[in-house]
């Protein structure tokens, strides 16, 4: 539980007038993990807050990069441009047990059960803040958040320069540029942000890509009952992908990157009104499209990748009987409606709640992942969360979803925490919950077969699947040094995943999903905020992970060997110094312990290996009598040079450099 300065800034219209210092000991309000909106000693489940101070502090350039700065999360490049983001999972590049939501909107990509970071037409720029659950969310916010979930909550159009621009250029020829406006429409505000980005990737594998996209909103109040806003996104360009590591066929030191488009884009309504009860209800309906388009390989590619096709004759025949072939099968449709109607009890009342239903449409098609046809499923949920007062020290929180997939069956999350504010700055909080997830469009359905030219099944649906089971406890501790200016949070957990969904392999090649895979995590997270002085603040973070992961089946390949896959220990702690006026230097350093990542089938080898690295950043700030402002900042990733390896074992990262120039006019 932890937030730096600016996190009220949303709620609060005159509040961009405050100094930092105003706002050092107020614990926040979080609505992530109840939908209540709670204080940080009254939530049901461990939550960190990072706000618009610590993201600009942080100097991420992406949105994985922020979650480096929260307990017990693991992010990884899988190459240069594809991001993985972990958090207590056993998992392989795709993580599929985490909810990710955009101002409440779920990004979670059902056509491929994972979220695709580089097409969500959003940039760290665009954020106010960022509240991530750590712990199981289900009860609140459905399936996906099996292990926990984020919610990236962008910046208010009336919080936001009148006009702002910035460019970046660094290592891998990595070249970014951001144009932002906003100002008053009517009744309410308007925002757009326009960004572009690109870069070469690593100079081994040439793993580059571009993007070009757009998001905006509009915000307005009409009157004192009622708060409308409209958002939209647009996302297009291209990444290249493909696996760094010797994978079975592909000659020595040689890897297939392949080229993969993109086009995505969103709308979203979040309308919010005061009833004469004092209740506020909300109402979100939004709709996501995605287009992945990778480019099928050359007769050369195949001859060169693939072991089956040993000359360019059998490759041209290839070509012709699968004519949608594309090598990492990133390729197909998906859409996702979704409607959402809650009821938030008036904040005056004595036991809170937050209670509604949604209803949402999945569908997506895929010559290369769904190749019997499009696929379309329906899911209702209904769900609710209390927080009842017992006396003036304790809490009792209570929630739960019930989750239907239409024919196709159901899932039940509850859960439940005490929490005891023993004083007005420390709380003590014991939570239970029992999660379930249910499987993804892609996990139930997904089917395929090539033709070599024999008929070779790749993947074979199995719809009997039942839900991904959580069962965790968690003590949570959380204290004000009022006196020091800091806050410390400490989480305890022992967490029982079983029923995981996992690759077997049949005696006809058909791969499929069952629910044989397991784990056992125990372990200790903290968090820490330190500001001994207006001018200096330091986050600290810290997780330790007692993992066991369980033997299971793989079909006809050797068992799953289990044991210690996660990360055992990691950490990561940010500096942020105003050493003048007009001068910031910031120090951010990381370390990942030994971690093993899953495969199709088996693990990586080689594993992993710890490593430590070290980002240096230095930012001067001047202003002109006209009311403009100008930052021009440089940054070091990886300062001292340390080879090290991000999941695939020849993802090698390097010292990298970064030039930023920015300006704002209100």
């Not at 993580?95 to 695709?116: A, F, H, K, M």
């Not at 000659?251 to 979040?270: C, G, H, M, T, V």
Request: charged share 20%.
């Amino acid at each position: 539980m932890f937030c730096l300065p600016l996190s009220g800034l949303q709620a609060q219209p005159n509040a961009q007038h405050l100094s930092e210092a105003d706002f050092l000991t107020s614990i926040p309000v979080a609505q992530a993990a109840s939908g209540i909106r709670q204080s940080l000693h009254q939530t049901p489940a461990s939550v960190s807050v990072i706000d618009r101070a610590t993201i600009e502090a942080s100097g991420a350039t992406n949105l994985p990069d922020l979650m480096r700065l929260v307990p017990g999360f693991q992010v990884f490049h899988v190459n240069s441009n594809k991001f993985g983001v972990n958090y207590h999972g056993v998992t392989d590049e795709f993580p599929n047990q985490l909810e990710v939501r955009i101002d409440g909107r779920s990004v979670y990509l059902p056509l491929l059960s994972t979220v695709d970071w580089t097409s969500l037409a959003l940039h760290p720029n665009d954020l106010e803040r960022i509240e991530i659950v750590r712990g199981s969310n289900s009860a609140t916010q459905g399936s996906n958040a099996f292990l926990g979930s984020i919610n990236f909550i962008t910046r208010h159009p009336s919080l936001t320069p009148k006009w702002a621009a910035e460019v970046q250029y660094g290592s891998r020829d990595r070249k970014h540029s951001h144009l932002q406006h906003s100002s008053a429409l009517g009744d309410g505000f308007y925002r757009l942000s326009l960004n572009h980005e690109q870069n070469a990737g690593s100079s081994q594998f040439k793993d580059a890509a571009e993007r070009l996209y757009l998001n905006g909103a509009y915000a307005w109040t009409p009157d004192l009952q009622n708060n409308l806003t409209l958002r939209f996104g647009l996302d297009q360009g291209h990444t290249r992908i493909g696996y760094l590591f010797p994978n079975s066929g592909f000659p020595d030191k040689e890897r297939y990157i392949s080229k993969r488009d993109y086009q995505a884009n969103f709308q979203q309504l979040d309308w919010s009104k005061e009833l004469n009860s004092g209740m506020l209800r909300h109402l979100r309906v939004s709709r996501s499209d995605l287009q992945l388009d990778e480019m099928p390989p050359s007769t050369e590619d195949l001859v060169a990748f693939y072991r089956d096709i040993p000359n360019f004759g059998i490759a041209t025949l290839f070509q012709q009987l699968n004519p949608s072939f594309v090598g990492y099968r990133e390729k197909g449709k998906v859409q996702t409606k979704d409607l959402e109607l809650a009821f938030e009890s008036d904040k005056h009342q004595k036991v809170t709640h937050y209670s509604g239903f949604g209803y949402r449409v999945e569908s997506a098609e895929s010559p290369v992942l769904l190749q019997s046809g499009l696929i379309a499923q329906e899911r209702f949920r209904v769900f609710s969360s209390l927080g009842i007062p017992l006396n003036d020290q304790l809490l009792l929180n209570l929630g739960g979803m019930y989750e239907r997939q239409a024919s196709l069956g159901s899932g039940q999350s509850l859960r439940s925490a005490l929490n005891w504010q023993m004083a007005p700055n420390q709380s003590l909080r014991l939570g239970y919950s029992h999660s379930e997830r249910l499987p993804s469009l892609l996990e139930r359905h997904g089917n395929y077969q090539i033709l070599i030219p024999y008929p070779q099944p790749i993947d074979q649906a199995n719809p009997n699947l039942e839900p991904e089971l959580n069962q965790s406890w968690e003590l949570g501790w959380l204290y004000e040094f009022t006196a020091l200016q800091a806050s410390l949070d400490l989480r305890v957990f022992d967490e029982q995943v079983s029923r995981v969904l996992v690759n077997t392999q049949q005696t006809n090649g058909a791969g499929t999903k069952d629910n044989l895979g397991g784990w056992h995590n125990r372990g200790l997270e903290a968090q820490l905020r330190f500001q001994p002085k207006t001018d200096f603040w330091l986050l600290a973070n810290a997780a330790y992970i007692h993992n066991r992961t369980q033997q299971w089946s793989q079909g006809v390949f050797d068992n799953f060997v289990g044991g210690q896959l996660l990360p055992r220990t990691t950490l990561s702690i940010l500096l942020n110094w105003q050493v003048q006026p007009d001068w910031t230097v910031n120090l951010t350093h990381y370390f990942m312990d030994n971690a093993t990542w899953r495969k199709s089938y088996g693990v990586l080898e080689p594993r992993q290996s710890a490593y430590h690295r070290t980002d240096l950043g230095l930012k001067y700030q001047w202003s002109t009598t006209a009311g403009q402002e100008f930052e021009l900042a440089g940054r070091v990733e990886n300062l001292w040079d340390r080879d090290y390896q991000e999941f695939y074992p020849e993802n090698r990262q390097e010292r990298r450099f970064l030039v930023r120039l920015s300006m704002s006019i209100d």
